[in-house]
Structures are given as C-alpha cells and as structure tokens.
C-alpha cells in the first residue's frame, strides 16, 4: 500500500493557556524543519562509544577534540553518536554510572565546542530494544523490562544534558527490528515513553529536536506503516529516521543460495559496470533505487514539517578486487556516495554516513582514528564534498591509481607488550575443501635480543596461520622455524582432521570465515615480508589466493605498526624497521625480578595474571564473559578468541580445542 493513500495524522499537541505559550515560546528552541536545514551532511563514530563495557574494545581509539576538528575540517556539519547505556548501568536500577555519563559527556562537548550538530541515541546497547519488539508482543514481562529501561536511561541523559542549545538532538532508539505490521504499536509505545520523558526533564528539553526511528529503519515500512506518530507538547519538533543499505552492493561479501544463486554486487551506478565480470553487476539498487526510496519520504513525512535524517548509509571498500575490476569498484563506489548525499540533500533530508573505523577491505571508514582522524579516503570524501555543493580538498585524483610491479605486504613489528601481532586477510576463497596445502612465500628479519638488569636475553618470533569457520570457530597452525633474512616458501598441510598440531584442520574447510596471519612473540621487533600465499590441491596444480601486488590488508592489531606495499627486490636491503618499531622494555620489580611494562600478561595455557587490577574478559562483541582480581583462569571456556583488559593494557586471547 502506498503512503499517498494512507490516512495521516500529525502529532497531537497538548492544549495550552495562551499566556503560557507566549511566555516559553521566547525559550524555545528552533524548529526541526529549522534546524534540518542546518545540519548539512553527517558522520557516524560507529564501533566507540556503543561498544558494550568498553569503548575500546572493537579497536577504535576514545574519539577526541583533534578527531571532532577533523570531521569539522572536512565539511561535515552534523555527528552522530551511537551509544549504550545498559552495560554501563547497575542491572537492577538501571542507574548509569557517572563516569561512563562524564565521558559521553566529554564526546559530546567535543562536537559541541565546533558548533556540529550531534544526534545522541540508545543503539544496538545488547539488544534490549533491537530484534526484541515482535517477541515482546507475546511477552510481558520482556516488554516491560523494555519500558523500564527506556524510561530511566532517557531520564537520565535528559536530565544530564537538559541546557544543552540547539545542536544536540536526542534519537529515541538505533534500528528497533519490526517484522509484524502489528507490532508496530510496540515501537511506537517506545518512542512515546521517549518523548513523554525527555519532555518532563524541562529547560531546553521541553523542545528539543527528538529523533523517531522508522521500524526496522526502513523506508518502505516507515512509508507504509506508519499513520501516526507519538502525542507531544510542543508541534514541529520531530525527525523520522531511516537507513540505507541496499544490501547486495553495500554489505553482501559471499554468494548466496536464495532459490537461486545471488551474488555480491562489485560495482554501482551508471557507467561503471564491468564488461568482464557480469555476475557481480547489480541488477537493481541503482540511481532509480535510491529515488524511488527516498521519494517515499516526501508525501508522508517531509510535507509535514517532519525532517528525515539519513541517519546511517555506507559501502564497504571491496580491496580484494585487481586491475580494471578495481579501479571501476572504486570510483563506482565513490559515485554511490556522491549520489546517495546528493539524493538526500535535494530532497531536504540529512544523510549520515557510517563510519565504524578500521581501514581496509570491508570497511567504510573516512577518518583513520589512530592519527587523530586524518583524512583515510580522499577519493571517498570529495565524493561527498561535491555532492554538498563543496569543492574537493587538494591531493584527490580523478582516477583510481593502481601499484604495478613485483610487491609484497610488508609488516612492521614492534616489541610492544600484546605478546602477538595479527593480520587480518579478505576471505578471497572460502571453499577450503581442495586445499591440500597453503603455500606461503614469506622474509623475516629483525632482533628479539633485549638488555634484562645488564644481562643479555632473547625472545622469539613465530608465525601461524589461523582460519575460524563454523561459528567462529579458531583453528591455527604454525609455519614452523623461521628462516631468518631470507625468503622461504613455508608449507601448511590442510585436513579435515588431525592430531598433528603443524597442520591446520578448519573447523569448516567449505565455508571460511576469516583467515589471517598470526604472529606470537617476546621482545621481537623487524619487519615481516609476505610475496604471496597460494592454495595447493591434492592434484600439484596451485592458485594464487594473495598476491600483494596492488593491494594489502591496512590495519594490524597487537604488535603491528603498520602494513604497506613493499618492493619484493628491496626487502633484502629494507632497514626501515630500525627507526620505525618500538624495542622492548623491562622495568625491575619487587625482589629485583624481571616484569613486563604491562600489567597483563598469559600465565599459563588456562591463566590470566595482572600485575595491577581486576581482569575483565570479554568476547569479540564486548560482551563480559568472567572478571577475576589477580589472576583469571581460562578453563572451561569455549573455544574462540576473547580480549582480556586490567584497565591498563588490552591482552587477545585465542583458546582452541
């Protein structure tokens, strides 16, 4: 049913006393029409500070001012901040801590103090919200744990942020999931608790800006099924929010047997099809797409004084991709954005681009928070300047310029105290199931000699490669003894199972997940070269699955510095690891022993030990798994990979089988 037919009402507005309202009018904030017309385009700091227990945890820096002045200087007008609540909050009285509200606070401020628009929401926060509404509607004890818990926390940062002028608008929710038309009043129930309590806060609450999520953050459903929003005191203070991300371009990254085969689309957009690789051309969610998603928006919403913020769109970098394939991904990708603002600012509408860090294939990113938000993607980002109506920023190319020659990945590895370093790879190949061997072409040089109260020791280096599959499963195994300051071709038997721990055994050889290179180490620093890894069937026959020509994985964790192309001839003469590592360092402890600068550090196979505060274990999610004081025992843990953190340093613990 189209929303032209719909029936329509606005907001009800609270009857008020004449002289009342000519008193409050002289206070109140602008409009959201208004303010809309001022928030221009936005970015998100996704993956901080909604990260559940710690806003580190997910591999993003806390955001600073140096990183908000560079989303400034890049043109952009609004920021949105996605953000949890619930596990920073006591679990009975759902009070939020105050540290953890001085430190939104502190984000807040930061965009504040550049004059940005900020929109401050409950996101995904657990799940307590999101995925849940259908199932609330045949439980009532979730659903009023669920009403509970929207009406103390949106008290709370109400309250907290209640003088707050003009820019900063509240959002009521992230993506709350709808899949029933008939649950919709649910949401909707939501949104009115949000509404009704931020408005009894007071101050410059009684008429802010307050942001409604569509359900499932769909254009369609939020067109159709949406007749009335929630009753308000005030009138024209409402924002609808939707999100875009057609999926097949923006986030599909393997084939998928939907009755028939569907695949990831590589390129979008008018002119930037490929001729050769036509399976992975779209066939809808193009240029007529994002209109037609975006029209929806005007007769229901738009025409009713009621803004609409974009408030999440992006799609991801696809670097596995060579030559013309490429270069056409690329500046396809780059006309996606420069299209998508420009659709939505034509029509009035505030876009939001999703920015959730990282750097690399599959990632979104702008900024390269490690380097206090220097610009990551010029291409990407003049592309959305133009749209904008602003000019590109020197250093741009019209082109997408491709390394040629005889490359390898170069690693850059510091002796820092993560006691590993990891690489993650693009799954290129997930079908395992011929493999009979990885093959991987590799240079190793650097010192692990390191001086220990004036005696001389050494650490060591190894290397592993790791896949995980079934339900993530981590399996790994080893390169064997390292060649030192020259190449060798390390062979990784693959099975299907094996007692043998020099052979890798996937957990799904059919469907890989995610594989990468895994370094353990103690007081080494250098540099490590990849030319290529290459999968080996039982038959002799090999395929190149990585060649590091033209592209490399961009962002290490642990004890990685950096990753970059590096000329295969030159790496027997490459002494840049000299300069541009960090060596290791040992302090005395008491009774003169040796101890490490952190304070974390493995005890054992099943043993965590801190020199300084609690451990706090958490999976890859940031959800909490086990605290200790002390020491942490592993045992009876599932494998998988889980990060371990004592408030001082973070530590990343894989357990296998």
Same mark, same amino acid.
């Given at each position: 049913m189209?929303?032209?037919?719909?029936?329509?009402?606005?907001?009800?507005?609270?009857g008020?006393?004449?002289?009342?309202?000519?008193?409050?009018?002289?206070?109140?904030?602008?409009?959201?029409?208004?303010?809309a017309?001022?928030?221009?385009v936005g970015?998100?700091?996704?993956?901080?500070?909604?990260?559940?227990?710690?806003?580190?945890?997910?591999?993003?820096?806390?955001? /600073?001012?140096?990183? #908000?002045? %560079?989303?400034?200087? !890049?043109?952009? +007008?609004? &920021?949105?901040?996605? $953000?949890?609540? *619930? =596990?920073?909050a006591?679990? /009975?009285?759902?009070? #939020?801590? %105050?540290?953890?509200? !001085?430190?939104v +606070?502190q &984000?807040?401020?930061? $965009?504040?103090? *550049? =004059?940005?628009f900020?929109?401050?929401?409950?996101?995904?926060?657990?799940?307590?919200?999101?995925?849940?509404?259908?199932?609330?509607?045949?439980?009532?004890?979730?659903l009023?744990?669920?009403?509970?818990?929207?009406?103390?926390?949106?008290?709370?940062?109400?309250?907290?942020?209640?003088?707050?002028?003009?820019?900063?608008?509240?959002?009521?929710?992230?993506?709350?999931?709808?899949?029933?038309?008939?649950?919709?009043?649910i949401?909707?129930?939501?949104?009115?608790?949000?509404?009704?309590?931020?408005?009894?806060?007071?101050?410059?609450?009684?008429?802010?800006?307050?942001?409604?999520?569509?359900?499932?953050?769909?254009?369609?459903?939020?067109?159709?099924?949406?007749t009335?929003?929630?009753?308000?005191?005030?009138?024209?203070?409402?924002?609808?929010?939707?999100?875009?991300y057609?999926?097949?371009?923006?986030?599909?990254?393997?084939?998928?047997?939907?009755?028939?085969?569907?695949?990831?689309?590589?390129?979008?957009?008018k002119?930037?099809?490929?001729?050769?690789?036509?399976?992975?051309?779209?066939?809808?969610?193009?240029?007529?797409?994002?209109?037609?998603?975006?029209?929806?928006?005007?007769?229901?919403?738009?025409?009713?004084?009621?803004?609409?913020?974009?408030?999440?769109?992006?799609?991801?970098?696809?670097?596995t991709?060579?030559?013309?394939?490429?270069?056409?991904?690329?500046?396809?990708r780059?006309?996606f954005?420069?299209?998508?603002?420009?659709?939505?600012?034509?029509?009035?509408?505030?876009?939001?681009?999703?920015?959730?860090?990282?750097?690399?294939?599959?990632?979104m990113?702008?900024?390269?928070?490690?380097?206090?938000?220097?610009?990551?993607?010029?291409?990407?980002?003049?592309?959305?300047?133009?749209?904008?109506?602003?000019?590109?920023?020197?250093g741009?190319?019209?082109?997408?310029?491709?390394?040629?020659?005889?490359?390898?990945?170069?690693?850059?590895?510091?002796?820092?105290?993560?006691?590993?370093?990891?690489v993650?790879l693009?799954?290129?190949?997930?079908?395992?199931?011929?493999?009979?061997?990885?093959?991987?072409?590799?240079?190793?040089?650097?010192?692990s000699?390191?001086?220990?109260?004036?005696?001389?020791?050494?650490?060591?280096i190894?290397?592993?490669?790791?896949?995980?599959?079934?339900?993530?499963?981590?399996?790994?195994?080893?390169?064997?003894?390292?060649?030192?300051?020259?190449?060798?071709?390390?062979?990784?038997?693959?099975?299907?199972?094996?007692?043998?721990?020099?052979?890798?055994?996937?957990?799904?050889?059919?469907?890989?997940?995610?594989?990468?290179?895994?370094?353990?180490?103690?007081?080494f620093?250098?540099a490590?070269?990849?030319?290529?890894?290459?999968?080996?069937?039982?038959?002799?026959?090999t395929?190149?699955v990585?060649?590091?020509?033209?592209?490399?994985?961009?962002?290490?964790?642990?004890?990685v510095?950096?990753?970059?192309?590096?000329?295969?001839?030159?790496?027997?003469?490459?002494?840049?690891?000299?300069?541009?590592t960090?060596?290791?360092?040992?302090?005395?402890?008491?009774?003169?022993?040796?101890?490490?600068?952190?304070?974390?550090?493995?005890?054992?196979?099943?043993?965590?030990?801190?020199e300084?505060?609690?451990?706090r274990?958490?999976?890859?999610?940031?959800?909490?798994?086990?605290?200790?004081?002390?020491?942490?025992?592993?045992?009876?843990?599932?494998?998988?990979?889980y990060?371990?953190?004592?408030?001082?340093?973070?530590?990343?613990?894989?357990?296998a089988?």
């Amino acid at each position: 049913m189209r929303a032209s037919k719909i029936r329509w009402n606005l907001p009800v507005v609270a009857g008020i006393a004449l002289g009342a309202a000519s008193l409050s009018m002289a206070a109140d904030l602008p409009t959201a029409k208004s303010i809309a017309a001022e928030m221009g385009v936005g970015w998100n700091i996704g993956n901080s500070m909604e990260v559940p227990g710690n806003p580190t945890n997910w591999g993003n820096p806390i955001p /600073t001012q140096k990183l #908000i002045d %560079s989303v400034k200087a !890049a043109g952009f +007008k609004t &920021v949105r901040i996605p $953000c949890a609540w *619930d =596990s920073y909050a006591d679990a /009975t009285t759902h009070v #939020i801590k %105050s540290e953890w509200m !001085a430190q939104v +606070k502190q &984000v807040v401020d930061f $965009c504040i103090k *550049d =004059s940005l628009f900020v929109v401050l929401n409950i996101h995904w926060d657990g799940g307590w919200i999101e995925g849940k509404i259908d199932s609330a509607a045949t439980r009532p004890a979730m659903l009023a744990t669920m009403k509970t818990k929207q009406g103390a926390y949106w008290k709370q940062i109400a309250t907290a942020f209640k003088d707050y002028d003009r820019h900063l608008l509240f959002a009521s929710a992230n993506e709350p999931g709808v899949d029933n038309q008939a649950n919709l009043g649910i949401l909707m129930s939501l949104h009115q608790i949000f509404v009704d309590t931020v408005r009894a806060t007071g101050s410059k609450n009684a008429s802010r800006t307050l942001i409604l999520q569509g359900p499932s953050t769909s254009f369609e459903h939020s067109a159709d099924w949406i007749t009335n929003l929630p009753t308000d005191k005030i009138a024209d203070r409402f924002m609808v929010e939707a999100h875009f991300y057609p999926y097949q371009y923006c986030l599909m990254s393997q084939p998928a047997n939907w009755g028939t085969m569907a695949y990831p689309f590589y390129y979008w957009g008018k002119g930037y099809h490929s001729t050769t690789d036509l399976i992975h051309n779209p066939n809808w969610g193009e240029e007529a797409y994002v209109d037609s998603q975006f029209n929806l928006m005007k007769p229901k919403f738009l025409d009713k004084n009621i803004p609409v913020l974009v408030g999440e769109f992006g799609a991801m970098k696809r670097m596995t991709l060579t030559g013309d394939s490429l270069r056409l991904s690329i500046l396809g990708r780059r006309h996606f954005y420069n299209y998508v603002v420009g659709a939505a600012l034509s029509r009035g509408m505030i876009p939001v681009l999703w920015d959730a860090g990282g750097k690399g294939d599959g990632t979104m990113s702008v900024f390269d928070r490690t380097k206090d938000g220097a610009v990551y993607d010029l291409g990407l980002l003049n592309a959305v300047r133009t749209a904008a109506g602003l000019s590109k920023l020197a250093g741009d190319t019209s082109e997408w310029i491709l390394p040629t020659g005889n490359n390898s990945m170069r690693i850059l590895y510091s002796a820092k105290d993560s006691l590993f370093g990891q690489v993650a790879l693009s799954v290129t190949k997930p079908d395992m199931s011929n493999c009979d061997t990885v093959l991987v072409r590799a240079y190793v040089k650097g010192t692990s000699s390191y001086d220990s109260a004036g005696a001389a020791m050494f650490g060591y280096i190894s290397l592993s490669l790791v896949t995980m599959s079934k339900s993530w499963t981590w399996r790994e195994a080893g390169l064997g003894k390292l060649t030192m300051d020259g190449w060798k071709t390390y062979a990784i038997p693959v099975a299907s199972s094996s007692t043998d721990s020099a052979t890798l055994v996937p957990a799904d050889r059919a469907a890989i997940d995610f594989l990468g290179l895994q370094a353990y180490s103690k007081a080494f620093r250098g540099a490590i070269y990849v030319d290529w890894i290459a999968y080996k069937s039982k038959g002799g026959s090999t395929d190149t699955v990585y060649g590091f020509n033209q592209s490399v994985p961009e962002k290490g964790t642990g004890n990685v510095e950096t990753i970059s192309l590096f000329s295969t001839d030159a790496v027997a003469s490459d002494l840049e690891w000299k300069t541009a590592t960090v060596g290791y360092k040992v302090t005395t402890g008491i009774a003169g022993t040796a101890k490490t600068k952190s304070g974390l550090r493995h005890a054992g196979t099943r043993l965590i030990s801190s020199e300084t505060s609690a451990i706090r274990l958490t999976d890859l999610r940031g959800r909490l798994v086990r605290t200790s004081t002390g020491s942490l025992d592993l045992s009876g843990l599932p494998q998988g990979i889980y990060l371990a953190t004592d408030g001082v340093s973070t530590l990343q613990v894989p357990l296998a089988q």
